[in-house]
């Protein structure tokens, strides 16, 4: 379905959800209070070209995922795709190693994505358990995990065992997603789609969050980007809430999507699309908006063969 056709009831609730958010709600307080930053709300004009920060690390060769911190302005967070353990890592926006954050307990079958956004404790990283290459899984998880006060600079381990889990299923069967989207006022959780031939579809995990509890996700999106651009690998909303960014595996497959006047949260996926600024990676996986909602940053896995890819930045040089 289209992001606007929705059933009337969960349109009134999204509208009902934004309002209160703009108005200054729980989520949004407590997103704020942790971080001075204050992003720039007014729309990007014209981007630069994408800025090569820093080489990818050596332990990160399967790098799927990036968010930046709002605990810790300057590190983001990121991770490797299956076959590594239950673990991601703060890095810095020149791709070296702060820490190494170990999640105890927890399990990795295949990682995907990561965000950033507002939980009852202030600010969490969630990550996102959703890869289905083969479309057989029976369950999926994210894990919600608090944005510790500290963290070393040295990429020494932190060991988390408090961390919260929230397994899920699809209304219709099993899917492959690379995308887990938290929105930065509401604290509205998004999965979006990673399948071949047609546009994918968006799903929403039901508020409140139930923890330990297997809960369906409700599709409440169908994304506008045409399907001949690539398959999603990743997306992130901007600090504002009010726009996203989607990668996709298309060399050129970095969009923006801004919602409408009045509009929901999930209209902004069904909004026309804008190609926006992207280096040349050998296999494009991960993009974030920083926290001040001027620049964005991109990273790609390493591919046999081709040089190791670097962190990059493209920053607004136009104002609206």
Same mark, same amino acid.
């Given at each position: 379905m289209r992001a606007d056709s929705s059933p009337g009831?969960?349109?009134?609730?999204?509208?009902?959800?934004?309002?209160?958010?703009?108005?200054?709600?729980?989520?949004?307080?407590?997103?704020?209070?942790t971080t001075d930053v204050a992003p720039t709300c007014t729309a990007c004009t014209a981007y630069g070209t994408p800025q090569a920060l820093g080489p990818s690390p050596s332990v990160l060769t399967e790098l799927s995922g990036l968010a930046a911190s709002r605990v810790h302005p300057?590190? =983001?967070?990121?991770h490797n795709d299956?076959?590594?353990?239950?673990?991601?890592?703060?890095i810095t926006q020149q791709a070296t190693v702060a820490a190494e954050?170990?999640?105890?307990?927890?399990t990795a079958i295949d990682w995907e994505d990561i965000s950033v956004g507002p939980c009852p404790a202030g600010s969490c990283v969630y990550v996102g358990d959703t890869g289905d290459n083969k479309a057989d899984r029976t369950q999926y998880m994210i894990y919600r995990v608090t944005e510790p006060a500290t963290l070393p600079s040295d990429g020494s381990v932190v060991t988390v065992t408090s961390y919260e889990s929230f397994p899920f299923v699809y209304p219709d069967g099993p899917h492959n997603a690379e995308t887990l989207m938290v929105h930065p006022q509401t604290g509205r959780v998004f999965i979006v789609l990673k399948e071949t031939g047609v546009p994918a579809s968006v799903y929403e995990m039901p508020l409140p969050l139930q923890k330990d509890t297997v809960v369906t996700l409700q599709q409440v999106a169908?994304?506008?980007?045409?399907?001949? /651009?690539?398959?999603?690998t990743d997306g992130a909303f901007h600090p504002c809430g009010d726009r996203a960014l989607i990668r996709t595996t298309g060399a050129t497959g970095l969009f923006e999507l801004t919602r409408l006047t009045g509009g929901t949260v999930p209209s902004i996926f069904g909004s026309t699309p804008v190609r926006v600024p +992207?280096?040349?990676?050998?296999?494009? /996986?991960?993009?974030?908006?920083?926290?001040?909602?001027?620049?964005? =940053?991109t990273a790609s896995?390493? +591919?046999?063969?081709?040089?190791?890819?670097? =962190?990059?930045?493209?920053?607004?040089?136009s104002l609206q």
């Open positions: 009831a969960d349109a009134r609730s999204d509208a009902a959800i934004d309002t209160k958010a703009d108005a200054g709600s729980d989520a949004r307080s407590d997103a704020d209070s300057g590190l =983001l967070y990121t299956s076959g590594d353990s239950a673990r991601f890592f703060a954050i170990h999640l105890s307990g927890a169908t994304l506008a980007i045409p399907p001949a /651009e690539g398959l999603v +992207v280096a040349s990676e050998p296999q494009g /996986e991960a993009v974030t908006w920083a926290i001040d909602g001027r620049s964005y =940053l896995e390493t +591919v046999s063969g081709s040089a190791v890819p670097s =962190l990059s930045r493209v920053t607004c040089t």
